[in-house]
């Protein structure tokens, strides 16, 4: 009986080692460790923004808006994307559009995607341009926050305002 009750004892001790890199790979296989690590820019997104113009040749003024667009990772680094933003600007007694299509290119640093941007568009209901870049950071899987500085102007001349804007982005 001694017997037995040892030999149960070494099967039940050796099957369960042979079983446990099993378990573990079932465990850790859900975290796809081959994707890279970070938030996956890739795909859809919808916002909103908020800022001002702190930099202007005119008064200052706020602006807000909405804006939508999409993301291509190209690797695990690069990220190129195209958005369209449709807002205002509020300067006095003053309300005037903006509507912006834009490219993106940038790089994700895991969580953070650091970009510059640039497109045309109405700028405060005039027709123009506008370039610049920011910073974007997701902190849940589908919701980002951002922050972005761009400089605008109107076609023939040079940039003659700087609109700082923060926003925040759901990701589908």
Do not use: C
């Amino acid at each position: 009986m001694r017997a037995l009750k040892a030999m149960f004892i070494a099967i039940a001790m050796t099957g369960g080692l042979s079983v446990a890199p099993a378990v573990a790979q079932d465990l850790y296989s859900g975290y796809n460790y081959n994707m890279g690590l970070g938030f996956d820019w890739d795909g859809f997104y919808s916002g909103v923004y908020g800022g001002g113009v702190p930099v202007t040749d005119n008064e200052k003024s706020w602006s807000g808006g909405i804006f939508t667009g999409v993301n291509v990772a190209l690797d695990q680094t690069f990220v190129l994307g195209a958005e369209a933003q449709l807002g205002g600007d509020f300067e006095q007694d003053n309300i005037a559009l903006d509507a912006l299509v834009l490219a993106k290119g940038g790089a994700s640093f895991g969580e953070a995607l650091v970009y510059g941007t640039g497109g045309t568009g109405l700028i405060a209901g005039e027709f123009g341009y506008a370039f610049g870049g920011g910073v974007e950071y997701g902190f849940t899987d589908y919701i980002s926050v951002r922050g972005e500085a761009l400089g605008t102007g109107e076609w023939g001349s040079g940039p003659d305002e700087m609109r700082l804007t923060a926003g925040i982005a759901f990701h589908m």
